[in-house]
T-cell receptor, first 111, second 112 residues
Framework: DVKVTQSSRYLVKRTGEKVFLECVQD?????MFWYRQDPGLGLRLIYF???????EKGDIPEGYSVSREKKERFSLILESASTNQTSMYLC??????????FGPGTRLLVL | GENVEQHPSTLSVQEGDSAVIKCTYS??????FPWYKQELGKRPQLIID?????GEKKDQRIAVTLNKTAKHFSLHITETQPEDSAVYFC???????????FGTGTRLKVLA
């Protein structure tokens, strides 16, 4: 079974704080993704990585950055959290163009 | 750009009835169409997928149909049960990339 874990299920931060969300997978997948899920908007891609140290912007990258120093680990960074970044964040992994497998999600509240 | 429209946004059915969720995609070169189910508080999980060289695929009570000419695909759930209540997302692959574009989701409620 594919195992995708995220560092926190719930997180509360203050405006202006730097926030790190981490995703770890154990399936040796090259591709890792960060999505944001908001009611009525579905899943929107923030960033995508297709290899170590390789990244590509998704549809809504503003206010976010990512880091992939090791194949199994993909981090999403909010440099200066804002209230409009309150959301559910989902990590996913895939082998090539095959099925994406999701982590359990991190619900972030920015006050 | 690429777009996937999903309808309806909410759907209520009586237990035992069928449910149909429809998605339309914009890029005729899309070739992979997964469907995910997300129960409350849980991660999205793949329930069925279809590739563009197939018109229909079935797995027990769940089926997906694909009409490439019309650029739409549908999820069919027969003999619905309360545990089918969830949010369902369709997605279409973005040609030439490893990425998907997702629909906005359908909240299905199965009434006992």
């Amino acid at each position: 079974d594919v195992k995708v874990t995220q560092s926190s299920r719930y997180l509360v931060k203050r405006t202006g704080e730097k926030v790190f969300l981490e995703c770890v997978q154990d399936m040796d997948h090259e591709n890792m993704f960060w999505y944001r899920q908001d009611p009525g908007l579905g899943l929107r891609l923030i960033y995508f990585s297709y290899d170590v140290k390789m990244k590509e912007k998704g549809d809504i990258p503003e206010g976010y950055s990512v880091s992939r120093e090791k194949k199994e680990r993909f981090s999403l960074i909010l440099e200066s959290a804002s209230t409009n970044q309150t959301s559910m964040y989902l990590c996913a992994t895939a082998f090539g163009a095959e099925t994406q497998y999701f982590g359990p999600g991190t619900r972030l509240l920015v006050l | 750009g690429e777009n996937v429209e999903q309808h309806p946004s909410t759907l209520s059915v009586q237990e035992g009835d069928s449910a149909v969720i429809k998605c339309t995609y914009s890029d005729s070169a899309s070739n992979y169409f997964p469907w995910y189910k997300q129960e409350l508080g849980k991660r999205p999980q793949l329930i069925i997928d279809i590739r563009s060289n197939v018109g229909e695929k079935k797995d027990q009570r769940i089926a997906v149909t694909l009409n490439k000419t019309a650029k739409h695909f549908s999820l069919h759930i027969t003999e619905t049960q309360p545990e089918d209540s969830a949010v369902y997302f369709c997605a279409a692959s973005i040609p030439g990339t490893y990425k998907y574009i997702f629909g906005t989701g359908t909240r299905l409620k199965v009434l006992a």
